[in-house]
């Protein structure tokens, strides 16, 4: 495998996939059973379901600006370089405040995107004990969070390349005389997409100045591909030779759109995550995208009037994310019944649970399950319950845990704190994050 290669496998997962390798020792390993930590009593009955690989389903695009694409996010990136003669400060800059100058909009957007938290207190946590001594790790969990050279605070070395006795390849890393800590912080900025040796790129223009017109930075070169959904495809799908269970790559979001009706009909990414261009980038997270993204089918069979025995079935399917829902394996959607009190509250041993998400052990070894649901798929949850005698009421829900891996990636790593000294105060604070992005995207409550 190549250096780009390499790279690539770690492109997203600063804080699931290479994070997970390192605390593969952990008591959390392989034959750890998925459970609930906000139900402890119970687990999930998708244990064993696999959903299928990509290959069983026929593509229905062609790949469009392959190899524009490759070569401008060609990891890892180069220096800008020199600022072009006659350039001002403001001109000259990367970071994203000076953008703002001319873009306000597209700066708002992106101050309140994933974009603008990519080196959240989630990577900067792992990262600030990595620095100085595993800075090839570090450099590759930056290659999609913060991928500029200017980003990086080591460059490798002028120094040959050898190979250990493991026959592992091994790089020596010098502090880079470019490197700007305020620049790496702000994460995947607007020149991460933007700015290549100071040349700005971007969508077509949709009306041209006259000819002659001065413009700031020497104007900008449009090109299509911004707005093609391969343009995403370099940090959001692993390669075809890297890491994979049950055929399936861990993260593959541009192959699940080329094989959905979307993808045929010419929906890119950019229409649903970039309306009219708007640096938006909502997804898992946002209530209202979810819920667009779902129908929900609930029935109440029996209330047990007669047999004491409650039964019911909660059901999602996927009709509006052109993708797996959900895609990636952090997010959980987690379907719940359960028998409420006179006071509302759960009776506790009365739920059962059911889980959309692809569940994985931190060794990467092997997948529990995986019921996230291609278009049109559907998943559900049965409910045969005895009907508890201060029930007055079944409570049908569904709940969106959008960080649920990392939550419990986090707690793995906080089980050790003496391996993170400087990252444990920002692991603390992704975790509380982790829990607060929780919410309920659909209840209903049926009486007795």
Same mark, same amino acid.
């Given at each position: ?200 790129? /971007? ?104 047999? /004491? ?12 994310? /052109? ?99 400087? /990252? ?25």
């Amino acid at each position: 495998m190549g250096d780009v290669g390499t790279k690539a496998l770690w492109v997203v997962a600063a804080g699931f996939v290479a994070a997970f390798l390192v605390v593969a020792w952990n008591k959390y390993g392989p034959e750890s059973k998925p459970k609930s930590t906000a139900y402890p009593g119970s687990g999930y009955s998708e244990d064993g379901l696999h959903a299928k690989p990509l290959s069983e389903y026929p593509e229905r695009a062609e790949i469009q600006h392959a190899e524009w694409v490759d070569s401008f996010f060609s990891f890892p990136f180069e220096p800008q370089g020199d600022v072009p003669e006659g350039w001002n400060e403001v001109e000259g800059s990367l970071s994203p405040d000076t953008c703002m100058l001319c873009h306000p909009t597209q700066y708002a957007d992106w101050k309140e995107s994933w974009h603008a938290d990519a080196m959240s207190p989630g990577t900067l946590g792992q990262l600030v004990d990595w620095d100085d001594h595993k800075d090839g790790l570090v450099g590759q969990c930056q290659t999609c969070h913060a991928p500029l050279a200017e980003q990086h605070p080591k460059t490798v070395s002028d120094a040959p390349v050898t190979t250990d006795e493991h026959g592992h390849t091994k790089r020596t890393y010098v502090d880079n005389p470019i490197y700007d800590p305020d620049l790496r912080e702000k994460g995947l900025i607007c020149a991460s997409c933007h700015v290549r040796a100071h040349q700005r790129y /971007g969508p077509p223009a949709e009306s041209t100045l006259p000819e002659g017109t001065p413009q700031p930075h020497g104007g900008f070169t449009g090109v299509e591909a911004f707005n093609d959904s391969r343009f995403c495809y370099s940090c959001h799908d692993f390669k075809p030779n890297q890491k994979a269970l049950n055929g399936k790559l861990l993260q593959e979001t541009y192959e699940e759109w080329r094989r959905t009706s979307y993808a045929e009909e010419g929906t890119s990414c950019q229409d649903c995550h970039m309306p009219d261009g708007r640096h938006l980038w909502k997804g898992i997270h946002d209530k209202d995208m979810v819920r667009e993204a779902i129908r929900f089918e609930y029935e109440v069979e029996d209330l047990g009037t007669e047999t /004491g025995e409650l039964r019911a079935r909660l059901a999602i399917t996927n009709i509006g994310a /052109g993708h797996r829902l959900p895609t990636y394996t952090t997010p959980q959607i987690t379907l719940i019944l359960e028998q409420v009190d006179a006071q509302g509250e759960r009776i506790e041993g009365t739920e059962t649970l059911g889980a959309v998400a692809r569940y994985i052990t931190p060794n990467l070894k092997k997948e529990y399950f995986d019921t996230r649901l291609m278009p049109g798929e559907s998943h559900g949850v049965d409910y045969v319950h005895a009907r508890h005698s201060d029930a007055v009421a079944l409570v049908g829900r569904v709940e969106v845990w959008p960080d649920e891996a990392y939550r419990r990636f986090y707690e793995i790593k906080l089980r050790r704190p003496e391996n993170h000294p400087l /990252g444990k105060a920002q692991l603390e604070e992704a975790l509380r994050h982790c829990k607060e992005r929780e919410f309920t995207v659909w209840e209903e409550t049926t009486r007795f």
